[in-house]
């Protein structure tokens, strides 16, 4: 019989019988009651083990992304990484390489007590969110970043997605667009979808309907992603210009239009959420919706010590939102804005 044995048949969570078990005064005295007369009758022994490694401190976080080939989180793991150094903090990086099993698998592994909290953005894969459900119900502290789950109550840190997604398909609109299409990386993401709502309102706000075969949702693989593409701008009726919500997309439409002969921003325009430090030397250059990432990184690594430490109780369902920057470059320029 283990605690989660134990929570399941009481119907309680794991964290509510784990504070019964140690008298918090958080639980009502008839549900303590409840969980130590079951554990009695099940003969439930604690784990001293597990119970001495939640006690102490390993000094050490874990960051759990998709990927480090992104600029974004290359520029967030310098945040961190600022402020656990300030703690006296070191810093464990997992990688998910964009698959929700390796999620699963990398979240397990983190409940042995091996870290003291754990900073998260999920994969573009993660459909089931149960394994990170079980990270709250063990009190693990854990605070998502840029990829999050809204129906987990952890504190969040994002851009300002919707209204940067609004701002930019208004900024193509402004430019002559209006065949906009809308690349995406993955359906499930809440960055996509919020993303993409700011570039459907826009739409509609300047009276451009919307068209179906310019959504295009794409993956992690770059050869079909090219292949999409291609497609896209080989049609009769062909965009005349590309959001694409994350810079991978950007980079193959760059090298799509290179391959069919397309200008850039002649034949299509295109703009990208991207934080590419290089977006300014690119050929043409890159308009970017760029992110405070080294801000997302610090805000993150910020609240999750304060969980650590006991004092963030308050920001269990605060949500701290970032505002990302249009910068505009070649890439989206008509002849009058030159």
Known sequence: MNLKQLAKLLGLSISTVSKALRDSHEIS????????????????QAN?????????????IALVIPEIANNFFTLVINGIEA?????????????????????????????????DGILLSVSSHTSDIAHLEELRENGIPL????????????????????NSGFRATEHL????????????????????????????????????RHDENLLLHCNTDEQKNKE???????????????????????????????ELGLTIPGDVKVLSFSNLKTASLLSPSLTTITQPAYEIGREAASILFKLIEKKGFNFILEKTVLKSALIERDSTKTKQTR
């Open 143 to 162: 605070v998502f970043f840029d990829r999050v789950i809204d129906s987990i109550d952890a504190p969040k840190v994002t851009t300002d997605d919707y």
């Open 173 to 208: 609109v402004e430019r002559g667009c209006k065949r906009i299409a809308f690349l995406s990386l993955s359906d499930t993401l809440s960055i996509t979808n919020k993303r993409m709502n700011g570039y459907l309102d826009a739409l509609k706000k300047h009276s451009i």
């Open 29 to 44: 005295a008839a549900t303590k009651l409840k969980v130590l007369e079951k554990a009695k009758e099940l003969n439930y």
């Open 228 to 258: 999409a593409i291609r497609k896209l701008l080989k049609r009769k009726n062909k965009p005349d210009c590309i959001f694409a919500s994350v810079e991978m997309l950007a980079l193959n439409t760059y090298e799509v239009c290179s």
């Open 83 to 115: 402020i656990a150094q300030e703690k006296g903090y070191h810093v464990l990086i997992y990688l998910t390489h964009e698959l929700m099993q390796k999620e699963i698998a990398i979240t397990k592994l983190l409940q042995s007590g091996r870290v």
């Open 48 to 60: 001293p083990f597990a119970s001495s490694l939640r006690k102490q401190k390993s000094k050490t």
